[in-house]
């Protein structure tokens, strides 16, 4: 009687008090709280010695976790990963396409070291000069034997050209700017010795 009345006097906490006022403390301090067996604590750094993984079940036809941050601050955004060095931020496991996800760098190089498929200039010519199948070009000219005029819908004076003729030839077509005209290329196609009549196919890369 005598000791029960001495612990009213001086409040002495029971022990389920203490378990509680040291979790209030840690939650109020933002002590970083092991969350593995326990709950995650929002407002607070969290850690886990474990994997963490959240599931939809029953699956359901929308997002398993949704993110949001209303802030227009500059640095505000939804979502932050941080890994290792050279380690990747995700992985994922699907190639599906997905929408409004920008990548700026392909190999570690900018878009403007890849060359545009619109740049591309090209066109089929059978050995008569009858211009094929072809993109960027609006005429061929067969001014002589083996020799053809290309031309393509802009000056390409300061692009760089190839030709390929169907023939397996020792001599390969060769290439010059018209002298009269910026938007035609000049090709010649022999056989190392005389010109030679061949279909063959001219591209300018611009």
């Not at 939650?27 to 929002?42: H, K, P, S, V, W």
């Not at 050279?86 to 190999?107: E, I, Q, W």
């Not at 061929?140 to 031309?151: K, N, S």
Request: net charge neutral.
């Amino acid at each position: 009687m005598k000791f029960t009345a001495l612990r009213s006097r001086l409040h002495i906490p029971s022990p389920a008090m203490v378990v509680a006022l040291v979790a209030l403390f840690v939650a109020i301090g933002g002590t970083t709280y092991a969350a593995t067996g326990g709950n995650f604590i929002l407002g607070n750094p969290n850690t886990a010695g474990k994997q963490t993984t959240l599931s939809a079940s029953p699956a359901f036809a929308g997002k398993t976790l949704q993110v949001t941050n209303t802030s227009t601050a500059a640095g505000a955004t939804a979502l932050g990963l941080s890994v290792g060095s050279g380690r990747p931020p995700f992985s994922v496991n699907s190639g599906t396409k997905v929408a409004k996800l920008n990548a700026d760098l392909l190999d570690g190089a900018d878009s403007s070291a890849f060359l545009s498929r619109s740049k591309v200039k090209w066109a089929r010519v059978d050995l008569n000069g009858t211009l094929g199948a072809h993109s960027g070009v609006t005429a061929v000219d067969h001014f002589e034997q083996g020799g053809y005029r290309v031309t393509f819908d802009q000056d390409v004076s300061s692009c760089a050209y190839s030709a390929t003729p169907a023939k397996d030839l020792s001599g390969i077509g060769a290439l010059s700017d018209a002298p009269d005209n910026p938007n035609d290329v000049l090709v010649v196609i022999s056989d190392g010795v005389n010109p030679v009549d061949t279909d063959f196919s001219v591209e300018a890369f611009c």
